[in-house]
């Protein structure tokens, strides 16, 4: 097993969502056909997260929702967001805008409320949308563990052609047959914003 270090940083390279420990420790004993203990691979994780932090990169491989995942590190997400602001002018996905509309409704949010709007992880998608400085920490919830809360940035006002946030249209001006196909036109999502911040109210 000298290389699981390697195999273990091969797997989280390639997740976009954050890899659980109980997951790699199974894989990695049916790939080595041997029961992995346990001390073994918080150690190898151990020396990958060190490894990556205090070593001359630009990624960071974090522990996130009982899981890891490779981030790029803070202090580069300004020139990322200027490579992909010249390389592309590509109109955001549809997870993309997903994501927005619920940061941009009911912020400042924390990740596992929007998690929970959407259904699913959103733990990529917020890391992309910070790389492109769509969104932006707003500082920390008073929940318990105090995670991060969200909000949304300058840049993206710029993108929406928005003077301040004001401006966004009320959710019930939204055409939801209009799925996020351009920027401004926000994924069918925002019905299930609305819902989620007027609990009491029915369509």
């Given at each position: 097993m000298?290389?699981l ?14 890899v659980g ?5 199974k894989l990695?004993?049916?790939?080595f056909?041997?029961?992995i203990p346990?001390?073994?691979m918080?150690a ?7 490894k990556?932090e205090?070593g001359?990169?630009a990624?960071?491989?974090?522990e996130?929702?009982?899981?890891y995942?490779f981030m790029s590190?803070?202090?580069y997400h ?6 992909l602001?010249l390389?592309s ?7 993309a805008?997903e994501?927005?509309a619920?940061v941009?409704?009911?912020q ?12 699913v992880?959103s733990?990529?998608?917020i ?7 769509l969104?932006?920490i707003?500082?920390r919830?008073?929940?318990v563990?105090r995670?991060?809360l969200?909000?949304t940035s300058?840049r ?9 946030i004001?401006?966004l249209?009320?959710l ?10 351009s920027?401004?036109?926000p994924?069918?999502v ?6 989620e ?5 029915h369509?």
């Amino acid at each position: 097993m000298d290389k699981l270090d390697l195999y273990i940083e091969s797997v989280i390279f390639s997740s976009e969502e954050p890899v659980g420990f109980d997951h790699l420790r199974k894989l990695f004993s049916s790939e080595f056909k041997t029961d992995i203990p346990t001390e073994q691979m918080e150690a190898a994780l151990d020396r990958l997260m060190e490894k990556y932090e205090n070593g001359d990169c630009a990624f960071s491989i974090v522990e996130m929702n009982n899981g890891y995942l490779f981030m790029s590190k803070p202090e580069y997400h300004h020139i990322i967001s200027e490579h992909l602001k010249l390389s592309s002018r590509k109109k955001l996905t549809k997870t993309a805008l997903e994501t927005l509309a619920i940061v941009a409704y009911k912020q400042p949010v924390t990740r596992a409320d929007i998690s929970s709007i959407r259904g699913v992880s959103s733990d990529y998608i917020i890391q992309k949308l910070l790389e492109k400085e769509l969104i932006a920490i707003a500082g920390r919830s008073e929940d318990v563990g105090r995670p991060l809360l969200y909000k949304t940035s300058e840049r993206f006002l710029e993108y929406f052609g928005l003077r301040n946030i004001k401006d966004l249209p009320k959710l019930r001006e939204l055409m939801p047959e209009k799925e996020g196909g351009s920027i401004g036109e926000p994924a069918p999502v925002e019905a299930d914003v609305e819902k989620e911040s007027k609990p009491g109210e029915h369509p």
